[in-house]
């Protein structure tokens, strides 16, 4: 259990200190510098990047983390045909990127930020594969420093940059970044082969690179279908609406904060996920855990959600010093749908470990077909709230779809505890937040004030039974840690 608890501790406390202040610190400053115009013509480029990933990894990352954790014999070899995968898989994606930002009507610098941008998506789709080796051989420490390495150099390095220079270029971002990323991977392919990653095809398993992506395929379009709730706004945004480079930036001053919240969510799905599967293949009862993990995402998403719907401009306040006005209407609207975003993340996760994925690209589809629908019909009067709006509402649709497929496979009265959770959270909030508004509404620190209080009202009894998290994982779930961590301790 201390080894367990190391692990998430290490790799919570760092990733919860270098990227949500290099997002709210750094990258904002960037921002606020440029100006929502300027960076809303990039904020696009890098959306669609990041929505046509799906040609770049075509899912072997998940699909590799998947099969570790089952212990597969013949990871080891399909770790190395997923290589060759990569060399197809590169040039393809650029092919795609660039044919689509073409057609989309990209052209000059536009077009160059866009090669870039997708420069940038390769190194780290690297990254992140020799992460997942590093996970293999249970090398956690080793992963979770190399997980905030990028990161941490450009909060560093562009933060020099910001203090002594008057201004800002986006050219320094994107070539930062690619320095950045560059160096992450040297590091951890160092730490990879000082491991001794075994590469030669030590059992029956397929290493045909054709083998691999067809296994890693259907995660690869659940990735797509769920990146497009969030990253098909911008570009649509940016395409279609009046002022739209500017409508762009200004939601993208949201999306920021929307983002940093997020991480504790993509952090809660990147440890559960192997945890699922080995109980799942135990025949260990997941309940408690999704319970647990879902109590504690509640509290979070639903103290950030209240905190930024009564306070929106007190909130980017914080962060940004131009055009606060004009962004606050929008942070309302995905602080609420990072709120349901979260809750998804353990419901997915839990299904994504069973195998479902047949059952939720399904549900992803009607989500994201409806987002699109959504912003077509909401961008031409509302602009850039009217894809905060379509997010929120194609979020809620999708999890409580997720939420009741989940409780269909695992009955159980026992779930009946997430809805006294969220009723006896939801009103404790309300009574925080109208409570805060007897004082100025204005002040600087009614926002952390409020956020604090929120959060600690989710450890009153009967709300968050963290007691079931932490029995399971100390009797459930030790053996497998500690096996998985020995090899780097």
Same mark, same amino acid.
């Given at each position: 259990?201390?080894?367990?608890?190391?692990?998430? @501790?290490? #790799?919570?406390?760092?990733? &919860? $200190?270098?990227?949500?202040?290099? !997002? *709210?610190?750094?990258?904002?400053?960037? +921002?606020?510098?440029?100006?929502?115009?300027?960076?809303?013509?990039?904020?696009?480029?890098?959306?669609?990047?990041?929505?046509?990933?799906?040609?770049?990894?075509?899912?072997?990352?998940?699909?590799?983390?998947?099969?570790?954790?089952?212990?597969?014999?013949?990871?080891?070899?399909?770790?190395?045909?997923?290589?060759?995968?990569?060399?197809?898989?590169?040039?393809?994606?650029?092919?795609?990127?660039?044919?689509?930002?073409?057609?989309?009507?990209?052209?000059?610098?536009?077009?160059?930020?866009?090669?870039?941008?997708?420069?940038?998506?390769?190194?780290?789709?690297?990254?992140?594969?020799?992460?997942?080796?590093?996970?293999?051989?249970?090398?956690?420490?080793?992963?979770?420093?190399? @997980?905030? #390495?990028?990161?941490?150099? &450009? $909060?560093?390095?562009?933060?020099? !940059? *910001?203090?002594?220079?008057?201004?800002? +270029?986006?050219?320094?971002?994107?070539?930062?970044?690619?320095?950045?990323?560059?160096?992450?991977?040297?590091?951890?392919?160092?730490?990879?082969?000082?491991?001794?990653?075994?590469?030669?095809?030590?059992?029956?398993?397929?290493?045909?690179?054709?083998?691999?992506?067809?296994?890693?395929?259907?995660?690869?379009?659940?990735?797509?279908?769920?990146?497009?709730?969030?990253?098909?706004?911008?570009?649509?945004?940016?395409?279609?609406?009046?002022?739209?480079?500017?409508?762009?930036?200004?939601?993208?001053?949201?999306?920021?904060?929307?983002?940093?919240?997020?991480?504790?969510?993509?952090?809660?799905?990147?440890?559960?996920?192997?945890?699922?599967?080995?109980?799942?293949?135990?025949?260990?009862?997941?309940?408690?855990?999704?319970?647990?993990?879902?109590?504690?995402?509640?509290?979070?998403?639903?103290?950030?959600?209240?905190?930024?719907?009564?306070?929106?401009?007190?909130?980017?306040?914080?962060?940004?010093?131009?055009?606060?006005?004009?962004?606050?209407?929008?942070?309302?609207?995905?602080?609420?749908?990072?709120?349901?975003?979260?809750?998804?993340?353990?419901?997915?996760?839990?299904?994504?470990?069973?195998?479902?994925?047949?059952?939720?690209?399904?549900?992803?589809?009607?989500?994201?077909?409806?987002?699109?629908?959504?912003?077509?019909?909401?961008?031409?009067?509302?602009?850039?709230?009217?894809?905060?709006?379509?997010?929120?509402?194609?979020?809620?649709?999708?999890?409580?779809?997720?939420?009741?497929?989940?409780?269909?496979?695992?009955?159980?009265?026992?779930?009946?505890?997430?809805?006294?959770?969220?009723?006896?959270?939801?009103?404790?909030?309300?009574?925080?937040?109208?409570?805060?508004?007897?004082?100025?509404?204005d002040v600087w620190w009614m926002v952390p004030v409020t956020l604090l209080t929120c959060l600690l009202a989710g450890f009153i009894p009967g709300i968050m039974d963290d007691s079931t998290l932490r029995s399971l994982?100390?009797?459930?779930?030790?053996?497998?840690?500690?096996?998985?961590?020995?090899?780097?301790?």
């Amino acid at each position: 259990m201390k080894q367990f608890l190391s692990h998430l @501790s290490l #790799l919570m406390l760092l990733n &919860l $200190l270098i990227k949500p202040i290099y !997002l *709210l610190v750094v990258d904002a400053r960037i +921002q606020d510098v440029l100006g929502p115009e300027e960076f809303g013509r990039y904020f696009p480029l890098l959306s669609l990047s990041i929505l046509l990933n799906i040609v770049l990894d075509a899912g072997l990352s998940n699909h590799m983390t998947r099969l570790i954790s089952s212990r597969h014999a013949g990871w080891q070899a399909a770790y190395s045909a997923g290589w060759k995968a990569k060399g197809v898989l590169i040039p393809l994606y650029f092919t795609v990127l660039i044919g689509t930002g073409w057609a989309l009507g990209y052209r000059g610098e536009s077009l160059e930020w866009l090669v870039w941008v997708g420069l940038n998506q390769a190194l780290l789709s690297g990254v992140l594969f020799i992460r997942a080796g590093l996970q293999g051989l249970g090398a956690h420490r080793t992963d979770a420093w190399v @997980s905030i #390495l990028d990161r941490s150099l &450009l $909060l560093v390095g562009l933060g020099i !940059l *910001l203090a002594i220079q008057p201004g800002f +270029q986006i050219i320094w971002l994107l070539g930062g970044t690619s320095i950045a990323l560059l160096i992450a991977g040297l590091v951890a392919l160092w730490r990879l082969r000082i491991n001794r990653l075994v590469l030669e095809n030590t059992s029956s398993e397929p290493t045909n690179i054709w083998t691999q992506l067809a296994k890693g395929w259907p995660y690869a379009l659940l990735f797509l279908l769920m990146m497009t709730y969030h990253r098909v706004d911008a570009i649509m945004l940016e395409r279609s609406a009046t002022n739209g480079a500017k409508e762009a930036g200004w939601y993208a001053m949201s999306y920021r904060l929307f983002e940093a919240a997020n991480m504790i969510g993509y952090l809660f799905a990147t440890l559960l996920l192997p945890y699922f599967s080995r109980m799942l293949a135990n025949k260990t009862d997941v309940r408690p855990l999704a319970i647990g993990a879902s109590q504690l995402l509640l509290v979070g998403g639903g103290a950030v959600a209240w905190t930024a719907c009564f306070w929106p401009e007190s909130f980017l306040r914080l962060f940004y010093d131009h055009e606060i006005a004009e962004a606050a209407p929008i942070l309302p609207w995905l602080m609420v749908s990072f709120a349901i975003f979260a809750q998804g993340y353990v419901f997915s996760t839990l299904l994504t470990a069973r195998g479902d994925l047949r059952l939720l690209n399904m549900v992803a589809a009607i989500g994201a077909f409806g987002n699109i629908a959504l912003n077509f019909l909401w961008i031409p009067e509302y602009g850039a709230l009217g894809c905060a709006m379509a997010s929120a509402l194609t979020q809620a649709l999708v999890v409580i779809a997720q939420c009741i497929v989940s409780i269909l496979k695992h009955p159980g009265s026992a779930w009946w505890k997430l809805v006294k959770s969220l009723v006896l959270h939801s009103l404790l909030c309300g009574a925080i937040c109208g409570i805060g508004l007897r004082w100025d509404s204005d002040v600087w620190w009614m926002v952390p004030v409020t956020l604090l209080t929120c959060l600690l009202a989710g450890f009153i009894p009967g709300i968050m039974d963290d007691s079931t998290l932490r029995s399971l994982l100390s009797t459930k779930m030790n053996t497998f840690a500690s096996s998985k961590l020995k090899s780097d301790s």
